[in-house]
């Protein structure tokens, strides 16, 4: 063999090596990337969120929500009581924190907040009849393609949203008029949504509702169920006010918590979470001598542990200071979230409010060992 053709033979092996090492790599990356995502998908867009909050009458909630602010009582509120009351109607079962499989954690936050939200609405009589769960993978993929600001009609596969897409879409105030909203957990013409798909998360992240005609209609359909208002929230005043009229938060921030609640329910701030969650409560200091306080419900099943206030408090949930919430919320891409007008509700507390036994709520050393071994996994 010639001089020469060892050198072709040797460059040719040296590009083959080269391609396997790069596909070897891009498969690390990309397990990597997804058991990162597959707890989070929190991507910022300050551009994006600006250019929609520009897009509203209002924008802020201390505006859009005068009302709400000015006659906020500062009362003690858990509307997670009312998701609880409906999902028992509707399923014949208590009301618990959901598991996301992918980084999708925007459309996680957001659906709590809207499902809360329309639970309270048909507390108050405002609903005729109990809602169903809120189906996250629509939300998802409006929130990565019409949503976004520009719109895309292809986002890739690359896992992750903000808050302001997510409220574009949510709120159907997209470019085109006539897709974005709420689909719920049930059968749609060629779409089983009645339970979780991670996979089907994934494809139509990618595309609207999966692309096509069947993914057009299914963004129309959701057109038929949107938010009323959307309001960037940037304090915890704001968001209390909010949570105490029955107007959930979904919070977008980059701010980690601990996985051990303390002896009042709260989690100490820890680390970096790039993430998207659900303020769906609030407490006073003055109301029961402690610390004031929003309940954030995560998205990652019974993730954590510890004492819990009050004894209904759901599992995967958190108390968070007044002082992390006002950090959280400093990211400004955290909305209130509301099915009717902004106004001041005095809501129903009637006896339907009784706190659960703490033993009905607390979950077994063994599930919660299951529950933190997969989400290491």
């Known amino acids: 063999m010639s001089r020469a053709d060892r050198w072709s033979l040797s460059a040719v092996s040296f590009v083959v090596v080269m391609a396997i090492l790069g596909v070897l790599v891009e498969r690390a990356t990309r397990r990597t990337a997804d058991a990162i995502d597959a707890r989070f998908g929190y991507t910022p867009d300050p551009v994006g969120t600006r250019q929609f909050l520009a897009e509203l009458d209002q924008p802020l909630f201390s505006d859009a929500g005068k009302d709400v602010m000015q006659k906020a009582q500062q009362k003690d509120t858990f509307l997670y009581r009312h998701a609880d009351r409906a999902h028992r109607e509707v399923y014949g079962k208590p009301f618990g924190p959901w598991k996301q499989g992918i980084g999708d954690c925007v459309s996680f ?102 692309g096509g005609q069947v993914g057009l209609a299914l963004a129309k359909l959701a ?44 989690a100490p701030r820890s680390g970096s979470w790039a993430h998207c969650m659900c303020f769906i409560g609030v407490r006073y200091a003055k109301n029961e001598g402690k610390r004031d306080g929003l309940l954030c419900i995560n998205s990652w099943g019974v993730f954590n542990a510890g004492p819990k206030w009050p004894a209904d408090q759901p599992d995967g949930s958190f108390w968070v200071s007044r002082e992390t919430v006002d950090a959280m919320l400093s990211g400004q891409d955290s909305f209130s979230i509301s099915g009717v007008n902004f106004r001041y509700r005095n809501l129903d507390h009637g006896n339907w409010l009784q706190p659960v036994p703490p033993e009905a709520r607390t979950p077994s050393p063994a599930r919660l060992i299951a529950d933190t071994f997969h989400l290491a996994q």
């Open 109 to 210: 936050g957001w659906s709590m907040g809207s499902y809360v939200g329309q639970c309270v609405d048909w507390a108050e009589g405002e609903l005729p009849e109990p809602p169903k769960l809120v189906a996250t993978e629509a939300i998802y993929s409006g929130s990565r393609t019409a949503g976004r600001l520009p719109p895309v009609s292809q986002a890739g596969y690359s896992d992750g949203s903000y808050g302001g897409a997510a409220a574009r879409w949510v709120a159907g105030k997209c470019k085109d008029p006539s897709v974005g909203g709420i689909l719920f957990r049930q059968q749609y013409p060629g779409a089983d949504l009645t339970t979780y798909n991670p996979s089907r998360a994934k494809e139509w992240g990618n595309l609207l509702c999966g």
């Open 223 to 266: 057109n038929k169920h949107t938010a009323k208002n959307v309001a960037l929230v940037r304090t915890f005043d704001e968001a209390a006010a909010s949570i105490e009229s029955g107007y959930p938060v979904p919070v977008c921030s980059g701010v980690g918590f601990s996985s051990q609640r303390d002896a009042d329910g709260f």
